[in-house]
Nanobody
Framework: QVQLEESGGRLVQAGGSLRLACVVS????????MGWFRQAPGNEREFVTG????????SYADSVKGRFTISGDDAKNTVYLQMNSLKPEDTAVYYC?????????????????WGQGTQVTVSS
């Protein structure tokens, strides 16, 4: 059984930093593509970033480029999302997602497994 569990979300002031973690079980991180999505109230879920199985390829939404960094730790089967220079518009529930395969799709429909989400709130 595949499980993804996010942690690290909390209230933070604008300009601050936060690191989210997603622990993956039942699925070899190195054999999958991992992604982070987010959903703000009233909005659709949107792609934030993804990392390939090898860790050599990453993709970012334009809105977070230069501020967010995705990384993975194969030994811990964990993927991280480092978020710097946070803005109020980054406020959302952040979801970790996984798909078998080697391509980083920005579409949520391409991902097979999802975590429950963790709330990130950025105050102005």
């Amino acid at each position: 059984q595949v499980q993804l569990e996010e942690s690290g979300g909390r209230l933070v002031q604008a300009g601050g930093s936060l690191r989210l973690a997603c622990v993956v079980s039942g699925l070899t991180f190195s054999g999958s593509v991992m992604g982070w999505f987010r959903q703000a109230p009233g909005n659709e879920r949107e792609f934030v970033t993804g990392i390939s199985r090898s860790g050599t390829s990453t993709s970012y939404a334009d809105s977070v480029k230069g501020r967010f960094t995705i990384s993975g730790d194969d030994a811990k089967n964990t993927v991280y999302l480092q978020m710097n220079s946070l803005k109020p518009e980054d406020t959302a529930v952040y979801y970790c997602a996984a798909r078998r395969g080697g391509y980083i799709y920005p579409s949520e429909y391409k991902y097979d497994y999802w975590g429950q989400g963790t709330q990130v709130t950025v105050s102005s």
